[in-house]
């Protein structure tokens, strides 16, 4: 039973417009999430988290909203660049537990 | 200022031999956590640690799977007599106080290939 789930495994936008990746959870004891940037042959790289208290939080080109009804939350990447090509993780935790991964979505931002 | 270290960064195994990952978390780090990733999957989690104690083993294989964090020197995370289902990355991460907010800081993993 997946947890955290990434439906769109890949997604390709123009440079300079907004990329939008989505994460829905099953779990509602969740009360962390935070979302991982990943290279080829490197570890992922922690971006940017929110707690289930707030429904954004907002850090330079990196936006991340919470919808804890829909048990939805999404990453805006505005404006997007090249550099941004990447593989992106939704992670969630508890009670200050473990961090249970999505599967990934592949961003590609063509020049 | 290192960050979390690991090593080998590739290493292939035969059939029914003992892989051996290594992991130093970065300094003041004394949390780990273990996670690996199979080929077109995401990263699932295997184990966290603390020093000397495993605070969560719920996602390490009950068979063949071992790991350790000593007082002193890096975290191992143990295979015994692999088979080609190991085959995977495996992701060693580290906190200076445990899951938060904040989010682990990930080694750049090794590449396990069983032959």
């Known amino acids: 039973d997946q947890q955290v789930k990434q439906n769109s495994p890949s997604l390709s936008v123009q440079e300079g417009r907004i990329s939008i990746l989505n994460c829905d959870y099953t779990?509602?004891?969740?009360?962390?999430f935070l979302w991982y940037k990943k290279y080829p042959a490197e570890g992922p790289t922690f971006l940017i988290s929110?707690?289930?208290?707030?429904d954004k939080n907002e850090d330079g080109r990196f936006t991340v909203f919470l919808n804890k009804s829909a048990k939805h939350l999404s990453l805006h990447i505005v404006p997007s660049q090249p550099g941004d090509s990447a593989v992106y993780f939704c992670?969630?935790?508890?009670?200050?537990?473990?961090?249970?991964f999505g599967d990934g979505t592949t961003l590609t931002v063509k020049p | 200022n290192a960050g979390v270290m690991q090593n080998p960064r590739h290493l292939v195994r035969r059939r029914g031999q003992e892989a051996r990952l290594r992991c130093s978390p970065m300094?003041?780090?004394?949390?780990v956590y273990w996670y690996r990733q199979l080929p077109e999957e995401g990263l699932k989690f295997m184990v966290y640690?603390?020093?000397?104690?495993?605070?969560?083993e719920s996602g390490m294989p009950k068979e063949r799977f071992s790991a350790e964090f000593p007082k002193e020197g890096p975290s191992i995370l143990r295979i015994q007599q692999v088979v080609r289902g190991d085959s995977a990355a495996y992701f060693c991460?580290?906190?200076?106080?445990?899951?938060?907010?904040?989010?682990?800081?990930f080694g750049s993993g090794t590449r396990l290939t069983v032959v």
């Open positions: 991460a580290s906190s200076p106080s445990g899951p938060s907010n904040y989010g682990y800081t």
């Open positions: 300094k003041g780090h004394s949390h």
């Open positions: 992670a969630a935790s508890y009670s200050a537990g473990k961090s249970t």
């Open positions: 929110i707690s289930s208290i707030k």
């Open positions: 779990n509602s004891m969740f009360d962390y």
């Open positions: 640690l603390q020093k000397e104690n495993i605070i969560d």
